[in-house]
């Protein structure tokens, strides 16, 4: 009786302490995801097994996209005034070591702006303007420099951060080494089940897979993490009322694919956000059914 008081116990603290580190993630809206198994399909003469491998890797350079706009009433008046800034803006980007191959100044579009005039309590409508967007691409091969490509950015009232890129050099040497790994693993489950079921293969296995690569931009999760309480508001035409509703922050997170339904996570221990790629492996053995 003491031993088993002393399992239900552990098992107590176990599940406390799990719920205690699981952090504000909890307050996210569920998502339930199928995880893959680690596991074998046979039929009357056939065995396929299923290889997967994720590496977890640093970009080997970014690209930062920067957004600004500017208007003025005549088109060369606002034109002028946007390359003024960028112009400004890419002059200090040669301090971070970014020359003139390492950004792209990108046309977005030019706009009419309208207006309203308004006399004799009617309002018509005239042309303000003129707007013009441009993009700043830029490349670094440093992490670091985007947060100082930010602030200097701010100083030429550049503030859109249009997205990251997260980019790689040698996709195709990635494919080999994971490929290589696949094999290994893929082997060493072939000789298990074979070896354990006395079955032997007969010719050559067939096999198909892919690689698929996983950029963060796409990998981030929000919530809210807050308890409120309730307030019920009355409104009548004498006598409204109204409430404020304080401002409740989203926190986002990122969350790679998981590794869990994999046979090996390379460089799995890494906190840093990169790029993430599954090679996944079908490798089919026949099965001498002679016997």
């Known amino acids: 009786m003491k031993s088993l008081k002393t399992t239900l116990a552990l098992l107590l603290f176990y599940h406390i302490g799990f719920a205690q580190i699981v952090g504000n993630v909890l307050y996210r809206d569920k998502d339930y995801k199928k ?23 640093k970009a080997d350079s970014y690209r930062i996209t920067l957004g600004l706009n500017e208007e003025a009433t005549t088109v060369k008046e606002c034109n002028t005034k946007i390359n003024k800034r960028i112009d400004g803006f890419t002059q200090k980007l040669s301090k971070l070591g970014i020359k003139e191959n390492g950004f792209y100044v990108d046309f977005i579009s030019q706009n009419k702006i309208y207006d309203f005039s308004i006399t004799d309590n009617k309002a018509n409508q005239f042309q ?71 079955k032997k293969s007969i010719g050559n296995p067939t096999s198909s897979g892919e690689l698929t690569a996983y950029t963060p931009e796409n990998q981030y999760q929000n919530y809210k993490a807050y308890e409120s309480s309730e307030v019920e508001t009355y409104y009548n035409n004498s006598n409204p009322n109204f409430k404020k509703v304080a401002r409740k922050n989203n926190t986002f997170y990122y969350e790679g694919i998981s590794q869990s339904g994999m046979d090996k996570t390379i460089n799995v221990t890494t906190p840093e956000v990169g790029v993430q790629y599954v090679l996944s492996l079908n490798i089919v053995y026949k099965i001498d059914t002679s016997n």
């Open 35 to 57: 995880l893959n198994v680690i596991g074998y399909t046979l039929s009357d003469n056939s065995l396929t097994f299923n290889v997967s491998i994720l590496l977890n890797k």
């Open 128 to 198: 303000k303007g003129f707007e013009i967007k441009k993009n700043i691409i830029i490349s670094t091969n440093s992490l670091k420099n985007i947060d100082t490509i930010i602030e200097l950015a701010s100083e030429f009232e550049i503030y859109d951060i249009v997205k990251v890129d997260y980019l790689t050099e040698n996709v195709t040497e990635i494919y080999n080494t994971l490929f290589a790994e696949a094999l290994k693993i893929a082997a060493v489950k072939k000789d298990q089940y074979f070896s354990s079921f006395n």
